[in-house]
């Protein structure tokens, strides 16, 4: 079982995989200047959870092994499961600075119990069974898993079936005895270069007709046919340069191209093969959970927004000015937010008829909602806090230079040395307009799924009737 970052480190060496970054090929992860940051957030669930202190936040016990495993493999178990599940989520957040990319796969694995177990209740299956024995060597071995759900789409104008090109979505391909062979690509895929496993869900609700895209399954992420190519940051070839200061932060994030060319899939691990009307229901309880995560991690990272703003204010020599202050005030006003909205879908959560609770999916679209605006708001307010030096601040080496490093030692100075607002303002820019940015910015927006997403899944649960019957009965309208 792993349970360190060396033995974590170890176990993705061991796989042998097809990864592509700019053009070359990527031997090992855990050491890449592009992946490495990436690796080491990851790494932190594991150590995180070795503190005595985090134990009620990162330990859960297993209902299926019957022993306490990580809550990255934890299928909730109640509503405080699902409030420590937040909780840990910020505690990370403010420990890396970044997208920490495991909960993509505990949303995933939670997703696949309740539903899972429906279809078997419906259709006589074994995808229940299959995934439970897929989940104990997740939980024996604490493997990380990657959650892949957007497909490339083609013209979203057409449905899966009705693409040009059919590999737009992905697909069986082929089927015999043993298993089936599907074809596509995954894009955005976060964090899948630190997973042993990935698992595979739909994209969208199926028609009848669309059989063959109704699928879900799991496959190591070494096998026969993967190709992962690393999507680009905002000024990610800082990090091929050796520097610290100029990279902002030791964590990141990363989001890859998952293409699966003719990959085979042992029928045991398929979790769902053509089940149209279930897929549907698949995509909307993970996007459920995943939008209940934004309001753990999103908001630790707004902690250490808000400690930098803060720190930026303070080297200026302004930080107790009045107009700062209210700044800071809004921040956390909006980062709290978002945090209470997590809680709240958390503690009004419901048990499905697997055992696995379930979030509130109306404030979980709430609490998403609110991500895709309130993280943008908290930027410009650092920003504005950090001041223009923020984007035309010379680069490390420079100020290691010989001749003009004692030049910007003496001018970038100002309430506290120049090295150490530089460091500050190369945090901020590294969260609002760098690396870090792709998470909590533009990923804000899109990740588990654009704004209209959730107003739609927000107008289907409003209950608009119901509310319509309240006012008529105050206002003396007869039904």
């Known amino acids: 079982m792993i349970t360190t970052r060396d033995e974590y480190a170890a176990s993705l060496r061991a796989l042998r995989r097809k990864v592509y970054a700019m053009g070359q090929k990527v031997e090992d992860v855990t050491t890449h200047p592009l992946t490495r940051p990436s690796f080491l957030a990851v790494a932190e669930t594991y150590e995180q959870a070795r503190d005595p202190e985090n134990e009620a936040l990162f330990m859960a016990e297993s209902r299926l092994i019957g022993r306490k495993v990580n809550r990255f493999v934890h299928i909730h178990g109640s509503t405080d499961d699902l409030v420590a599940k937040v909780k840990m989520q910020r505690l990370l957040g403010q420990v890396t600075g970044c997208c920490f990319q495991r909960c993509v796969g505990m949303d995933a694995l939670n997703a696949l119990h309740s539903t899972t177990y429906e279809v078997d209740e419906t259709h006589g299956t074994q995808y229940h069974q299959r995934f439970l024995a897929f989940l104990r060597r997740v939980q024996e071995d604490n493997l990380v898993c990657g959650g892949a759900m957007t497909d490339s789409k083609g013209d ?61 399954f799991a496959v ?11 999507g680009r940051q905002p000024s990610d070839t800082r990090k091929l340069e050796g520097e610290t200061i100029d990279v902002g932060s030791p964590y990141g994030g990363h989001e890859v191209m998952v293409v699966f060319n003719d990959v085979f899939v042992p029928w045991e691990r398929v979790f769902l093969f053509g089940e149209t009307e279930f897929a549907g229901i698949l995509v ?76 509130d999916p109306l404030l979980a679209n709430v609490c998403k909602l609110n991500v895709t605006r309130f993280p943008y708001e908290m930027a410009r307010l650092a920003e504005d806090l950090a001041g223009g030096l923020l984007v035309t601040m010379p680069s490390q080496r420079d100020l290691d230079d010989p001749e003009v490093g004692p030049l910007i030692r003496k001018y970038v100075k100002a309430h506290g040395p120049a090295v150490d607002r530089m460091r500050v303002l190369r945090l901020i820019e590294y969260l609002t307009t760098g690396p870090g940015g792709a998470a909590y910015r533009t990923e804000s927006m899109h990740g588990a799924g654009s704004p209209q997403a959730q107003k739609i899944m927000i107008g289907r649960l409003a209950g608009f009737e119901d509310k319509k019957r309240l006012a008529k009965r105050l206002a003396g309208m007869e039904e």
């Open 284 to 359: 909307e309880r993970f996007a459920a959970y995943h939008r209940q995560s934004y309001g753990g991690c999103k908001v630790g990272t707004g902690d250490v927004l808000i400690g930098a703003a803060a720190l930026a204010a303070e080297l200026n020599g302004v930080g107790s000015v009045s107009h700062v202050v209210d700044k800071l005030v809004e921040m956390t006003h909006l980062n709290e937010t978002m945090h209470a909205c997590g809680l709240a879908c958390s503690t009004q959560g419901r048990p499905t008829r697997s055992g696995a609770y379930m979030v």
């Open 220 to 230: 190591p992420t070494d096998a026969e046919g993967l190709v992962f190519i690393l």
């Open 156 to 216: 979203r104008k057409l449905r899966p079936s009705q693409q040009e090109d059919p590999d737009m979505y992905v697909h069986v391909v082929g089927q015999d005895k043993a298993g089936i062979v599907v074809r596509g690509a995954k894009f955005h895929q976060t964090g899948t270069l630190n997973a042993h496993e990935v698992i595979v869900m739909p994209t969208t609700a199926m028609s009848p007709e669309e059989r063959d895209y109704a699928i879900s």
